[in-house]
C-alpha cells in the first residue's frame, strides 16, 4: 500500500489479507507489539503510527532526520 511506504521503519505486508496485523520489533527483531488493523479505516492506521512516533516523509525520497534513524516506538513509562 504505497501510503504505507512514506513512514520510516515500518514494512507493509499484505499476505495476512484475511487477518491484517501490524507488527512492531524491537532493534532485536523481536516483536513488541501487534496490532489487528482489519476494522481500522486508513486514517486510524495513520493516526495510531504518528501517536507510536514513527516518522512520515512528506515525499518519497525525503531524507529522515538523525533523531528519527531509530526505531520509533517510546518506552513505556514506569507506573508509579
Do not use: C
Not at 484475511?18 to 493516526?47: C, G, H, Q
Request: without cysteine; glycine residues 2%; proline residues 6%.
Amino acid at each position: 500500500m504505497e501510503r504505507w511506504a512514506l513512514y520510516h521503519n515500518l514494512e507493509y505486508d499484505s499476505s495476512e489479507e484475511k487477518n491484517p496485523r501490524l507488527i512492531f520489533y524491537n532493534d532485536k527483531d523481536e516483536v513488541v507489539k501487534t496490532v489487528p488493523v482489519k476494522k481500522m479505516k486508513a486514517d486510524e492506521i495513520s493516526s495510531l503510527l504518528d501517536s507510536l512516533g514513527f516518522y512520515k516523509r512528506s515525499q518519497k525520497g525525503e531524507e529522515v532526520p538523525e533523531e528519527f534513524q531509530h526505531f520509533p516506538l517510546r518506552a513505556p513509562r514506569d507506573e508509579l
